[in-house]
């Protein structure tokens, strides 16, 4: 055994330690996301300001497929992670420079260089980078569950992931206030990097390479772009319905939610750290929601929890559009906080449901891919929200594209409650072997 093995071996603390590597990589993206919208929306405008959510989401759909079936063929799995999570940190790069130039030249930046498109091609690089995170991570988790236990093991992994969110935002708004963004970005760029040291030592449950599989390319190109015989795996259970239903929902959340670190400030005129605080309400709630939940979506089946929660998604485009009409300061707070906090439910049971239903009907040897297509389909909303609801409140404010947005949700949950089908064994339905065709139909 290599001396890295062995410290790696007692290093390796099981769930406290894939605990601490999501909660790492999730802080530095958190931070990054809600510092480069507050930056960007003080002199942008929204459309702008959603351009950010858009970049990430872009960057997410394009590689999430890919480092996952990078994984499934190679078997791989800690080199990708600590390769993709090295690359997210050199992605800062461009930020140090733009700050650096606008320091010497008393913050007035030359013609060529303009800060809005470089902070939203960073966040893109970004993205390109962190995408080969979660598809890995979530097939760990999701291997360690079991069958019977994948719920649980997905919901702790997923409280860890948010734990990581809500510090992110919550130090966000206390450095947002207390340094220059080059003081930022330095932060952001130290927890990067831990996060990619911590996750060299996570047992990743390496696996032997494909043996089926030819040159990697090809590989890689047939699992993303699979021939019209080669489908059926999208089609048990209704995969694919999940898959557009997970777009629509996220284009709600994302399009409500790329807007409102400016929405509050600006619109609702609440100070910067109070804005950190409210942002942290959803994923700090969501900590303790995960666990909790995995283990009812184990006892009562996946597609109810999916269901509510992307029903519930829709409450939190209302209820942010709802807080312009709270009187005074504190009311408006509480009124934000309340969305946040619906949010958190309905997003813990819909994405703890969704992982433990990508796993129980994903063939061997596939698992990461479709974790990764999971990811993929969430950011094509990611992608289509942030557009079309920056452009609504551009025009018509932002209250009104709240509430527009909040249809979508709603409707991505009558998809899924017509077209997916229970995968779970113990709710008392195996996969079915009709692709595509509800159980309960």
């Known amino acids: 055994m290599t001396p890295l093995s062995t410290l790696r071996s007692r290093l390796d603390?099981?769930?406290?330690?894939?605990?601490?590597?999501?909660?790492?990589?999730?802080t530095a993206g958190a931070l990054l996301g809600t510092s480069l919208a507050v930056h960007v929306g003080r002199t942008g405008t929204a459309l702008e300001v959603s351009l950010l959510a858009t970049a990430f989401s872009l960057g997410i759909i394009l590689f999430a497929p890919v480092w996952g079936a990078l994984a499934d063929v190679t078997g791989r799995r800690r080199l990708i992670l600590v390769a993709t999570g090295l690359g997210a940190t050199l992605a800062l790069t461009p930020l140090f420079a733009i700050e650096a130039l606008a320091s010497v030249t008393d913050g007035i930046l030359p013609v060529a260089v303009d800060s809005v498109w470089v902070q939203v091609g960073?966040?893109?690089?970004?993205?390109v980078f962190i995408a080969g995170f979660a598809p890995l991570m979530l097939?760990?988790?999701?291997?360690?569950g079991g069958a019977g236990g994948r719920g649980k093991s997905v919901g702790s992994y997923n409280a860890f992931t948010a734990a990581g969110a809500g510090t992110g935002q919550f130090v966000a708004g206390l450095l947002l206030g207390a340094l220059i963004p080059n003081g930022v970005y330095v932060v952001v760029a130290g927890v990067s990097l831990l996060a990619t040291v911590?996750?060299?030592?996570v047992d990743t449950g390496e696996s032997t390479p494909d043996p089926d599989a030819g040159s990697l390319p090809s590989e890689v190109r047939s699992r993303l772009l699979p021939a019209a015989g080669e489908r059926d795996h999208l089609r048990t259970n209704g995969l694919g319905w999940l898959y557009l239903g997970l777009s629509a929902r996220q284009a709600t959340v994302s399009g409500v939610g790329a807007l409102m670190p400016v929405y509050i400030v600006t619109t609702l005129d609440l100070p910067e750290v109070w804005m950190?605080?409210?942002?942290?309400?959803?994923?700090?709630?969501q900590t303790a929601l995960m666990y909790y939940l995995g283990g009812v979506v184990d006892e009562r089946g996946r597609k109810p929890m999916i269901t509510l929660g992307m029903a519930g998604s829709a409450a939190f485009g209302l209820v942010a559009a709802a807080a312009v009409f709270a009187p005074g300061r504190l009311a408006t707070a509480a009124v934000v906080?309340?969305?946040?906090?619906?949010?958190a439910i309905a997003f813990s049971a819909m994405w703890t449901g969704s992982v433990a239903f990508v796993g129980d009907v994903a063939p061997?040897?596939?698992?990461?891919?479709?974790?990764?297509?999971?990811?993929?389909?969430?950011s094509v909303g990611g992608v289509v929200g942030p557009l079309g609801v920056g452009a609504v409140a551009t025009v018509a404010g932002y209250p009104t594209a709240f509430a527009a947005a909040s249809v979508l949700a709603l409707g991505a949950a009558g998809l899924v409650s017509l077209r997916v089908a229970e995968s779970s064994p113990a709710a008392g339905t195996a996969a079915v072997s009709r692709p595509g065709v509800p159980a309960d139909d």
């Open 276 to 285: 950190g605080a409210v942002l942290a309400f959803n994923p700090v709630s």
């Open 198 to 201: 911590v996750v060299a030592f």
């Open 364 to 378: 061997e040897n596939r698992e990461s891919e479709l974790m990764g297509l999971a990811s993929t389909f969430r």
């Open 13 to 26: 603390g099981g769930t406290a330690l894939v605990g601490l590597a999501a909660v790492t990589r999730v």
């Open 139 to 144: 097939t760990v988790a999701s291997e360690r």
């Open 122 to 127: 960073v966040r893109g690089l970004y993205a």
């Open 337 to 343: 906080a309340l969305g946040y906090v619906t949010l």
